[in-house]
């Protein structure tokens, strides 16, 4: 079997230029991420707030740590000290509370808006209508500590290759579509699609973060 090394070096050399690789540490021990740490890696995605702050206080402290689960308001104040991008904002409710515990750090924290792509009832996200109100909010502009660096997106649980490429195709149109909204505040440069199962799909069609943790750790 390859090692998480290999596994990495291997991603790695498949990705596009412009394409960054967050490793989805979630449910792995420190040892199994210091082990992908070593062999280059320093972007890590989790899920659950206390994992990630755990995992954050223990392990060294140039790793890039990605929020990319569903999130709730009452957890924010635990990551707002260190966490660089949060990848799953559903809400602007969510985004006034990141707001607000960034200040609290005196620091700016960089979000994507999660964009339901989906077939699944299951999959959070917001529809096209919602993100826009988001982006058009005349009260994000009092929101001087967020930072709409882009969206995320999860395709359909499918072996369908063309529904996939489908709902990448749609979000990245939909991407491109809201650079109309650049400001101070909004900056649309992250496009964070694609798991284990579909990110050569996601790079394909313009993805410039894939979100991989199986491929690299193997299946939890």
């Known amino acids: 079997m390859p090692s998480i090394a290999e596994n990495i070096g291997q991603i790695e050399k498949g990705l596009k230029q412009e394409t960054r690789?967050?490793?989805?540490?979630?449910?792995?021990?420190?040892?199994?991420?210091?082990?992908?740490?070593?062999?280059?890696?320093?972007?890590?995605g989790e899920n659950k707030v206390q994992e990630m702050t755990a995992k954050y206080e223990a392990l060294p402290k140039d790793i890039e740590w990605h929020m990319i689960g569903h999130l709730q308001t009452n957890k924010v104040k635990y990551m707002a000290p260190y966490v660089a991008l949060v990848q799953s904002v559903d809400s602007f409710k969510l985004l006034k509370e990141i707001n607000k515990e960034a200040v609290k750090n005196q620091r700016v924290i960089d979000c994507l808006l999660q964009i339901f792509i989906a077939q699944e009832e299951t999959k959070f996200g917001l529809s096209e209508e919602e993100a826009v109100e988001i982006l058009t909010a005349p009260a994000l502009k009092t929101l001087k500590n967020v930072r709409i660096l882009g969206l995320m997106g999860m395709a359909s649980n499918t072996e369908e290759e063309q529904v996939i490429r489908n709902e990448f195709r749609g979000l990245k149109a939909l991407f491109e579509s809201f650079k109309k909204y650049n400001n101070e505040q909004i900056s649309m440069q992250a496009l964070s699609m694609g798991m284990s199962a579909d990110y050569t799909i996601a790079m394909e069609e313009g993805s410039t973060l894939v979100r991989v943790g199986s491929a690299i750790f193997g299946s939890r």
């Open 21 to 44: 690789l967050i490793a989805v540490t979630k449910t792995k021990p420190e040892e199994v991420l210091l082990e992908a740490y070593e062999a280059g890696c320093k972007r890590f």
